[in-house]
């Protein structure tokens, strides 16, 4: 069974991504809200009690302005989870980089960076796909960006969010990455297309936690699955579709 863990912080989507969810999943599942309108959590520690409440053998967290365009997207997790043992977690959208100057997964550009997401911006108005790599097959990479991301339940007896270091919305992400990277694989697959509807800040509380973060795996980084290294003063951005209610003959296969 597969466990999806939402920190519920905006009380207009709650019905609409349950919905969502449970409409596309294609396997037996079940939905996991920590409410959090009060913002009495941190997503660590709401992540953390929906470990605690979940029963599945697949745990999902996804933020509830996220919500799937195609169906099926749990037998997809099932099979990729089944088929390989050292799997530990699979994105949307990830790097195969991480660099110890600077915190933020997209930082090493392409080719380190890999997956797709779609973007609603402008109240609905306005779509694009952000392509961070074209290559349409599942890739290895050393972390993910938080949005989506499914883990092993087996994992938690040896993992856990960590609410002491990161007290908001911030690197949750990157942290759990890193204990999983200890002991298993991670990957971003192509296979399941989201729709966010927001993008993400580099704000000074995103600043604050990037630090903690270098701080805490200074030992530990620059972490990578691959020989090469990343020019940063040369990245390549991700290329973003507008796609004006149309998707692009070839970016979905």
């Known amino acids: 069974m597969i466990s999806i863990v939402v920190c519920s912080r905006l009380g207009q989507y709650s019905e609409l991504h349950e919905r969502n969810v449970l409409k596309t999943v294609g396997t037996e599942s079940e939905y996991v809200r920590i409410n959090n309108h009060d913002n009495t959590h941190s997503l660590c520690s709401a992540y953390n009690e929906g470990v605690r409440r979940s029963q599945g ?22 099979d990729k989870f089944g088929h390989d043992p050292g799997l530990g977690l699979i994105g949307v959208a990830g790097t195969q980089y991480l660099a110890s100057h600077h915190p933020a997964w997209l930082a090493a550009g392409q080719p380190f960076i890999r997956g797709h997401v779609v973007h609603e911006t402008a109240g609905g108005e306005n779509y694009h796909m952000a392509v961070f790599s074209p290559d349409k097959t599942d890739a290895q990479v050393v972390a993910v ?5 499914a883990i092993r339940g087996s994992l938690f007896k040896h993992i856990r969010f960590d609410e002491q270091t990161f007290d908001g919305f911030h690197f949750y992400d990157l942290d759990i990455c890193m204990q999983i990277n200890k002991t298993h694989k991670l990957i971003v697959t192509w296979d399941i297309l989201v729709k966010h509807l927001s993008e993400g800040t580099c704000d000074q509380a995103w600043q604050e936690a990037g630090q903690r973060f270098l701080a805490k795996y ?28 149309v998707v692009p003959q070839g970016i979905i296969g």
């Not at 999902?60 to 997207?73: A, G, N, P, Q």
């Not at 960006?145 to 991301?149: C, H, N, P, T």
């Not at 090469?228 to 796609?243: C, S, T």
């Open 57 to 78: 053998d697949i745990l999902v967290f996804v933020h509830e302005d996220v919500f799937f365009m195609e169906l099926d997207w749990g037998p997809i997790l099932e």
């Open 145 to 149: 960006d938080g949005l989506f991301f």
């Open 218 to 245: 200074r030992d530990d980084l620059p972490a990578a699955c691959v020989d090469a290294a990343p020019q940063f003063d040369k990245a390549i951005a991700p290329i973003n579709y507008n796609l004006k209610g």
